[in-house]
């Protein structure tokens, strides 16, 4: 099946998102969509799949003019999109999120599409209880399993919005293993993505936008300052790394012990410095999400744990103490933990900022949220609903309700869905924090992250914490073996 987009516009207020934007693709092709953050990809793709509808256009199915009015309408043409924030229901189970969305819903025999689904599930590698409930998987098998749900309702042009980000290198290969042969069976695989190494490796042609324009095309073998130089108008190179000077210790971590139902960790001790990151790496599950939880009061710790925050032991005290202790979370589902849909940008800094008295100035308000704004680069408007901006605007915007001073910063995938510009201003941004004595501890899948920006490395293996490895020892193949099991003492 072609598909072809002749002349999209779309606009949001003042914002032309989608800028007279013309793009083919055969069948059988993996196309690349490759941009800043805000330049109209994930708009184009919403245009596509029917969760938005275009202000002028038309799309083309087999040089058939089609109308797609909603979701629903995309895929009974095959089309289906996987978003960076996966549209599931977390309250409820596994299985029951794959029937909800198929015709006849709740009313088909369960047993035969879970069959179903663990025959898909095997072709990508993908470990998936149907019995579970889905609050309880991580964001990487939330996005697996929204792979499998499209794929499962006969989605034949598959659009996947950032979808390696939580998952780990093998499954990533796995992913793009299942990609390529979905394209050799003749379907067209439309990939989005910042990684400009996934582009590469990937994708036969690559489309180029900036600031809400297509701006040009390539196909294998690529360039990358040039693909650069089209995403950015310049040249980018990733910054210094920091490199922390301070002995203090800031946080002590002794005898940690965590357990859910599928992990047990136990016996970390590390000592953490004023100013240090620390990259946390592993096999999405392996434990690195609980050990971060814990250390910010929102996950419950046993055995003879201790944790000591700037000389404060905030052992086993609720979450309210960690907060009053300088310790602040980020997470990686910006959405569902971090930002409030239907709140503006205004509204979540008036929640997030210290106004005393009975009244607010809307005034005061609305200055200290246009500072934010310029401060931290976000493109939307105090009134700019949370939902509405793209995902590394949002993230901006996570990051500008954060307090000052901090003592200790905990981040989930930090990157998710920045584009290497942003992902270079949001370490700028972290740097200065860490030059003010604030620790930082992170998760990433990016092991070339996680390599240029910590200082150490914990790496978790099956609820196993190895001992800190200083970054400036290693490198990914050695990181990589680890991660793997390979040789793993922690």
Not at 27 to 47: D, F, H, R, Y
Not at 380 to 387: A, K, T
Not at 398 to 403: C, G, Q, S, V
Not at 457 to 481: E, H, M, Y
């Amino acid at each position: 099946m072609k598909v072809e987009l002749r002349n999209i516009h779309k606009y949001f207020g003042p914002v032309h998102a989608n800028n007279d934007i013309s793009l083919t693709i055969l069948p059988g092709t993996i196309q690349g969509i490759v941009g800043e953050n805000g330049a109209g990809k994930s708009t184009l793709m919403k245009v596509l799949s029917g969760f938005i509808q275009a202000d002028e256009g038309k799309i083309f199915l087999d040089d058939k003019p089609v109308s797609i009015k909603s979701p629903s309408d995309a895929l009974k043409h095959g089309i289906g999109m996987l978003h960076q924030d996966p549209l599931d229901f977390p309250p409820m189970k596994v299985i029951d999120n794959f029937l909800l969305g198929k015709e006849g819903g709740l009313f088909l025999n369960k047993r035969s599409a879970e069959f179903e689904i663990r025959k898909l599930a095997d072709q990508f590698g993908f470990s998936i209880n149907t019995d579970a409930y889905v609050e309880t998987l991580t964001v990487g098998e939330r996005q697996q399993l929204e792979i499998l749900r499209l794929l499962w309702m006969g989605a034949k042009i598959l659009i996947l919005d950032e979808p390696t980000t939580g998952i780990s290198a093998s499954q990533k290969e796995m992913l793009f293993d299942t990609l390529r042969r979905l394209a050799k069976e003749g379907m067209i695989v439309i990939f989005v993505s910042h990684k400009l190494e996934e582009i590469e490796t990937l994708c036969h042609r690559a489309a180029v936008f900036r600031a809400g324009a297509l701006v040009g095309e390539a196909i294998q073998p690529y360039h990358t300052d040039d693909l650069v130089r089209l995403m950015f108008g310049k040249p980018m190179e990733l910054g210094q790394s920091l490199g922390c000077q301070n002995e203090d210790a800031l946080l002590e971590i002794h005898n940690l012990e965590i357990e859910d139902v599928r992990l047990h960790i136990k016996n970390v001790n590390v000592c953490v410095k004023a100013g240090e990151v620390i990259g946390l790496a592993g096999m999405e599950g392996s434990g690195q999400r609980l050990f971060l939880r814990a250390l910010g009061g929102l996950f419950p710790t046993t055995g003879s744990t201790r944790i000591i925050v700037n000389g404060c032991d905030l052992t086993h005290e609720p979450y309210s103490s960690y907060l009053k202790a300088g310790i602040s979370y980020v997470p990686a589902d910006r959405m569902e933990e971090g930002l409030i849909p239907g709140l503006s940008l205004k509204d979540h800094f008036v929640l997030t900022g210290d106004y005393r008295g009975i009244f607010i100035n809307e005034e005061t308000v609305l200055n200290r949220t246009n500072d934010k704004i310029n401060e931290f680069n976000i493109k939307g408007r105090p009134g700019s609903l949370v939902e509405e901006l793209s995902g590394g605007n949002q993230q901006r915007a996570l990051l500008a309700l954060l307090h000052d001073p901090l003592k200790l910063v905990l981040l989930e995938h930090p990157s998710r869905g920045l584009d290497l510009e942003s992902t270079i201003w949001l370490w700028e941004k972290l740097k200065e924090r860490c030059k003010n004595g604030t620790s930082v501890i992170f998760i990433s899948s990016d092991l070339e992250q996680i390599l240029h920006y910590s200082d150490r490395i914990l790496v978790f293996f099956g609820g196993k914490v190895s001992q800190p490895i200083r970054a400036s020892d290693t490198n990914v193949d050695q990181l990589g073996q680890l991660i793997g099991g390979k040789g793993f003492s922690g």
